[in-house]
Structures are given as C-alpha cells and as structure tokens.
C-alpha cells in the first residue's frame, strides 16, 4: 500500500499578487526536492512545463491544493519535516490563512492507483465530519493500512 | 527491561565509553573499532556492547566492513548502533514530558507559535549566559545536543525534544531554532544558526564562524 496525503491552505491574496511571489517562487525548488525525495511516489502537476502553475480545481476560491502519493508514513514525513521544506513550511502564515478545521488528509491508496481529485476532497471532507479514521487520518492520529492506529 | 535498569547497565565505564562512542557516531560501529576506542580488548568490548543491546540502548546488525565481496570477502561483522526509544528515570518520580506535550498543544491552538519563539529565544539568551562550559559545542554537548563538525558546519545530531518535535514538529523545531539562537545570543558570540532538518537528527545548524575554533 502506498500512502496518500492531500491538503488545502487559504491563501491571503490571489496567487498572482505580490504578497505571494515568495511562495510561488520556492514552488520549484520545492517540488525539485519531493521528486527525488527518498519514498517519493507521485505528485499532482498542473503543468509539465510550468513548474510555478497551481492546480486549478471546483473546491473554493484561494484555495492552494496539494496532493501527493508516497510509500510510507517515513518517507513523507522526512520529506515534510526533515528537509528543506520545513524551511518553508515555517513561514506558512505570511502566505496562508490559519484555519480552525483540518487542511490535510492521509489514507492508504493501492499501489499504482492514484485516486481523483474529487476523491482526495471527499476524504478531506470525511476526517472534518467524523475525526481521524483509518479511511482519512492525519500524522498525529495516523493508522496503519490494516486499521490500526499506527 | 524497565527505564531504571536501562540506565543502570550505563554503571560501568567501560560500557559507558562504549556507548559513549557508538552513539558519537552517528553510523554502525564494528567490535574492532569500538574496542581500539575505549582501550580494551575485543572480547571484552563484545561482551559489554551485547549487554548493551541487552538492555535496549543499542541495538545489533550485520555488515560488510570491507568494500571486498564475493567468495573469500569473509562473513558480514556484528555491528552497533544507537537504538531508538529513550529512557527517563527520576527520582522521585516527576513528569514534565506530559505536561510540556499538553502545553505545546495549546500553543498550537492559540496560534501562538510566535510567542512562544520569542519566549524560547529569551530562555535560550539565559541558559547561554549563565553557563560556565568554555565554548558553544561544549554547552551544546551539556544541553543534550550531541554536537559534531560537519564540514566547517556545526550539527548536532540528538534532538533533545524529540517526543514533542514528533508531536508538534513545526512549533517544536521553530522554538528550538529560537532556543539555539539565543544561547549563542546569551554567549556573546555571533553568527546566526539556521534549520537544515535531516532524518534522525536536530534541526538546527550553527554555521562555521562558531565552529571552527570550537570543537569539544
């Protein structure tokens, strides 16, 4: 099993404004990183040849998507917090709203499947209703692929 | 094996030094190597190193030390590392891993990262202050750090908030960048450490300035 991780942050302005080109700028940088991150499955990519374009979707307006697959709980966690990224993860509220309700969602994808993004919403949706389940949950509240809480 | 006997297995110098190396290490260690290091002979290094892993501070591998393979390359050696987990004995009993982890929690509810940094940083600023150890590496190495150089770049290779940075990894990594800064603030010394997380290791990294003439 492979482990899906999809997540929504509010951005403070539209993500053409200046207030974001810091954000927008570290996007590649970023990106370059997960690719060739130890565990490193798939990533949602709106744009093969523009590395700064975000993924377009229905879900809200200002609303910044992410979505990626990885082999383990490690791999992306190491990806998350043990990389440059949480360089960039720190300065998140200059860019970002803080929300009081979850921003992000993991669950266990088959290997080779790559849900749709409907999919990945509709489990973002599920852990805001009914808490972390082995069906959506999150690091702190992880559970195995087998349901146990990991 | 329980947190008191864990420790207890540390009582012997010998076995002390041991650990003292391996874990200084930051990679898995042969008999030979650990043995040439602490001074004594190969057996008696073995004997110690597996009591060790016994009692759950160390844990056994195998490994090729040489790059030969192949027929005649000989069989892999036992080699040593640090085990994960991590034992807490106090006397009389005390908790404050519990109330730091409730405490990190509400931080993080009230969205108050930043205060707590600027809290941390004035905490850091003290502890540098008032400790007496003759250079950074070396208040580093008494705060649980585990400072090695690294190229000319200070890293430090425990995280000494580990159970809460699995916890709350952003808020704790922050506060102890902050931390750091302000023990090289509280020192009087400049430079600027920054976060360069790694797999297994602290967050932080004090660059060269600092190091250079510093090390323990």
Same mark, same amino acid.
């Given at each position: ?42 990533? +949602? ?90 069906? +959506? ?14 | ?53 016994? %009692? ?43 109330? %730091? ?16 940094? /600027? ?5 850091? %600023? ?85 190091? /250079?003439?510093?090390?323990?």
């Amino acid at each position: 099993m492979h482990l899906a991780q999809f997540n929504v942050a509010h951005m403070r302005a539209p993500v053409d404004d200046p207030l974001l080109a810091e954000f927008v700028a570290a996007l590649e940088p970023v990106n370059t990183l997960a690719d060739a991150a130890p565990g490193f499955v798939w990533r +949602a990519i709106a744009n093969e040849d523009d590395p700064e374009e975000t993924i377009t979707h229905e879900f809200g307006d200002h609303l910044l998507i992410n979505y990626s697959i990885w082999e383990s709980r490690e791999s992306l966690w190491n990806f998350v917090y043990r990389s440059p990224h949480l360089a960039v993860l720190q300065r998140r509220r200059e860019w970002f709203h803080r929300v009081a309700e979850p921003y992000t969602v993991m669950w266990w994808v088959e290997e080779g499947d790559i849900p749709s993004l409907k999919e990945a919403w509709h489990r973002l949706t599920l852990l805001r209703e009914k808490g972390p389940t082995p069906d +959506a949950f999150t690091f702190k509240e992880f559970y195995d692929p087998d349901g146990d809480r990991g | 094996m329980d947190d008191l006997a864990a420790v207890a297995a540390l009582n012997d110098p010998v076995r002390r030094e041991l650990y003292r190396y391996v874990t200084s290490k930051g990679r898995p260690v042969g008999r030979n190597e650990a043995a040439e290091a602490a001074g004594v002979a190969r057996p008696l290094a073995a004997f110690h190193l597996d009591k060790l892993v016994e %009692a759950g501070l160390l844990e056994a591998g195998f490994a090729r030390l040489t790059d030969r393979t192949g027929p005649g390359s000989g069989r892999p050696a036992k080699v040593y590392q640090r085990a994960p987990g991590e034992h807490v004995v106090s006397v009389p009993p005390r908790d404050y891993r519990t109330l %730091a982890l409730v405490l990190a929690e509400v931080v993080d509810l009230l969205g108050g990262d930043e205060v707590a940094e /600027k809290a941390a940083h004035r905490i850091g %600023a003290r502890l540098g202050a008032e400790s007496a150890a003759a250079s950074l590496s070396g208040l580093l190495a008494e705060r649980g750090y585990e400072p090695y150089d690294d190229d000319g770049v200070l890293r430090l290779r425990n995280c000494p908030f580990h159970v809460l940075a699995q916890e709350q990894p952003l808020l704790v990594c922050s506060m102890n960048l902050s931390l750091c800064q302000g023990l090289l603030e509280g020192r009087g010394e400049p430079g600027a450490p920054r976060l360069d997380p790694r797999p297994g290791e602290c967050c932080v990294v004090f660059p060269q300035e600092n190091s /250079k003439t510093n090390k323990s």
